[in-house]
């Protein structure tokens, strides 16, 4: 399995949308996507330290239940929620070779996030 940053993005808005995850925890369903490949990732998100969840995987595969997001959690969304930025970003990504760390993400994320709320003074980010 390879790591989808798209999926990533959709499942950390999934979470700061429901009502259900600080609650009763919450099980994402994105549509397109398996649930183990949802499960795979939201484990990479736990353990990346984005997302708070109880960890119920088994020898049947991974399960999580989401409790909500980590303080991280939210300064990605913060940075990924608005579409122009993620595509732009996305964008930035593909034209140099389409790999990436997410850590590497967030802080492009929010240089173009500083350039799109505050105006781009100095040129391009890359």
Not at 67 to 89: M, S
């Amino acid at each position: 399995m390879k790591r989808d940053m798209e999926l990533i993005r959709k499942i950390l808005l999934a979470v700061e949308d429901s009502k259900d995850a600080s609650r009763r925890g919450f099980r994402p369903e994105i549509d397109g996507y398996e649930d183990e490949v949802i499960q795979a990732h939201v484990g990479l998100l736990w353990n990346k330290g984005l997302l708070k969840a109880m960890d119920g995987s088994s020898r049947d595969g991974e399960s999580y239940i989401i409790t909500g997001l980590t303080w991280e959690g939210y300064d990605f969304i913060e940075a990924a929620r608005n579409e122009a930025v993620w595509r732009k970003a996305i964008h930035v990504v593909m034209e140099k070779g389409g790999g990436i760390t997410l850590e590497i993400m967030s802080q492009l994320l929010k240089k173009l996030l500083q350039q799109h709320v505050l105006g781009n003074s100095g040129g391009e980010v890359i």
